[in-house]
């Protein structure tokens, strides 16, 4: 007999990968930055990740079970690392409200209006993180200093490097003393947004990453 010939669509050679396996190994990658960002920022980083994780949980939870009627893809781990991404992208000061709306705007708007995981045009955490900045641009570019441990709403806010610089551009020479050394740049003792600020550890990640 003839072999048969089978005819599918793509993929047709499969590596074993699932969207699971590939969401945790990304989460596996954001760890260092996160943990970097606790040991920088302390409990105000504690609070903006948890509270952005949480929520954005809750509305993919909320939005799949009664908008769009169908089974929880809770487990994928999609919704832990736009949580995370949106947190990396915000200082460790802001408040808990706009943390909550940039994740009804992240999940919501970014991510299940398109259909969810796979069909979004544009990341979710960033599609948050602009609507936040352009809803709430002063709590949204208030560094705060790095090392206030125990401090969230009420921590000391300052100039981030890139702020410096743009001083010294613009004439202000005396800036040039308060910028930091590049040893502190690498390592993370800066101020700015929660998952930028240590480059060692972003590095880590692309480690865990490739």
């Known amino acids: 007999m003839a072999q048969k010939l089978f005819i599918s669509t793509s993929p047709h050679v499969h590596c074993g990968d699932t969207i699971e396996r590939n969401m945790y190994w990304v989460i596996a990658a954001l760890m260092p930055a996160l943990i970097a960002s606790f040991i920088v920022f302390g409990f105000g980083a504690l609070v903006v990740t948890a509270t952005s994780v949480l929520s954005c949980l809750f509305f993919e939870w909320f939005i799949t079970r009664f908008f769009l009627k169908r089974s929880s893809t809770l487990a994928d781990g999609s919704a832990v690392i736009t949580g995370i991404l949106l947190a990396f992208n915000m200082p460790s000061n802001i408040p808990l409200y706009v943390i909550v709306t940039g994740a009804l705007v992240a999940i919501g708007i970014g991510k299940m209006v398109f259909g969810g995981l796979g069909n979004n045009p544009f990341n979710p955490a960033l ?20 090392h206030q441990l125990t401090a969230y709403t009420d921590a000391v806010t300052g100039a981030t490097p890139l702020n410096l610089i743009g001083q010294i551009a613009g004439g202000n020479t005396a800036a040039i003393d308060q910028l930091p050394s590049l040893g502190t740049l690498f390592m993370g003792g800066v101020g700015g947004c929660i998952g930028e600020v240590s480059v060692l550890a972003l590095l880590i990640g692309l480690c865990i990453l490739l």
């Open 127 to 146: 599609v948050g993180r602009v609507f936040l900045l352009i809803s709430f641009p002063a709590v949204m570019t208030s560094w705060p200093e790095p």
